[in-house]
Antibody, heavy 122, light 107 residues
Framework: QVQLQESGPGLVKPSQTLSLTCTVS??????????WSWIRQPAGKGLEWIGR???????NYNPSLKSRVTMSVDTSKNQFSLRLSSVTAADTAVYYC??????????????WGQGTLVAVSS | DIQMTQSPSSLSASVGDRVTITCRAS??????LNWYQQKPGKSPKLLIY???SLQSGVPSRFSGSGSGTDFTLTISSLQPEDFATYYC??????????FGQGTKVEI
C-alpha cells in the first residue's frame, strides 16, 4: 500500500514562493502508469487540482495557476515537488499530494497524503 | 473547463436511510467520473471510479451510476461512519481535472 507524506514550510510571506515536497513510500514512484498530483483545499471550501507530473518529467497544470506553478520529480528519492510563486492570502490552504492512477475508465486519485496547511501571511 | 455541479449542497439524514447525491457535468464526460468521501480533518478517500466501479475495500452500500452529464452516488443504508462530505470529480477533460463543490451529509 503506497503512502504519501507532504513536507514543507507552514508559513510563507506574500509575494514569495511556496515549496512543498511529497515523499512516496511503500512503492516506487516510477512503477505503473501513474501521475503524481497536487491538490489544495482552502479552509471550509472545496478541492482544487493544481497539477500533476509523470516520472519522465511531463507536467500538466491547472490553467488558472499555470503561470505560477512548477513541479519536479526526483525518482532517486521517491519524491515529487511543488513550487507556487508570487503567493497571496488566497493561496492559504491545506495542500495534498496524491497518486493519479490510471484504471479502466480513467484516472482517479486513489492514494492521498495527510495534507499540510500552508498559510500566506506577513 | 468542465464545471461539475453537485446537489444538494447539504442534506440531513438518519442512520439506515437511503441517500442519493447528484453530480452534473457542464458537458458530456462519458463515464469519467469519480466519487470521494472526506471526513473533517482528513484527506479525501476514493469511493467510486469510472462512474460505477467500487474501489477496493469500500463497503458495498456505496454505489455509483450514470454517464454523459448526470451521475449519482447512492448510499443504500447510511451508517454512522458515513457522515462526511462527498465530492465528485471528472477525469475526462485531460488533463484539467475538476471537482464538484461537495455535498455534506449530516445527521
Amino acid at each position: 500500500q503506497v503512502q504519501l507524506q507532504e513536507s514543507g514550510p507552514g508559513l510563507v510571506k506574500p509575494s514569495q514562493t511556496l515549496s512543498l515536497t511529497c515523499t512516496v513510500s511503500g512503492g516506487s514512484i516510477s512503477s505503473g502508469s501513474n501521475y503524481w498530483s497536487w491538490i489544495r483545499q482552502p479552509a471550509g471550501k472545496g478541492l482544487e487540482w493544481i497539477g500533476r507530473i509523470y516520472t519522465s518529467g511531463t507536467t500538466n497544470y491547472n490553467p488558472s495557476l499555470k503561470s505560477r506553478v512548477t513541479m519536479s520529480v526526483d525518482t532517486s528519492k521517491n519524491q515529487f515537488s511543488l513550487r507556487l510563486s508570487s503567493v497571496t492570502a488566497a493561496d492559504t490552504a491545506v495542500y495534498y499530494c496524491a497518486r493519479d492512477r490510471w484504471n479502466t475508465g480513467g484516472y482517479s486519485f486513489d492514494s492521498w497524503g495527510q495534507g499540510t496547511l500552508v498559510a500566506v501571511s506577513s | 473547463d468542465i464545471q461539475m455541479t453537485q446537489s444538494p449542497s447539504s442534506l440531513s439524514a438518519s442512520v439506515g436511510d437511503r441517500v442519493t447525491i447528484t453530480c452534473r457535468a457542464s458537458q458530456s464526460i462519458s463515464s469519467y467520473l469519480n466519487w470521494y468521501q472526506q471526513k473533517p480533518g482528513k484527506s479525501p478517500k476514493l469511493l467510486i471510479y469510472a462512474a460505477s466501479s467500487l474501489q477496493s475495500g469500500v463497503p458495498s452500500r456505496f454505489s455509483g451510476s450514470g454517464s454523459g452529464t448526470d451521475f449519482t452516488l447512492t448510499i443504500s443504508s447510511l451508517q454512522p461512519e458515513d457522515f462526511a462530505t462527498y465530492y465528485c470529480q471528472q477525469s475526462y477533460d485531460t488533463p484539467t481535472w475538476t471537482f464538484g463543490q461537495g455535498t455534506k451529509v449530516e445527521i
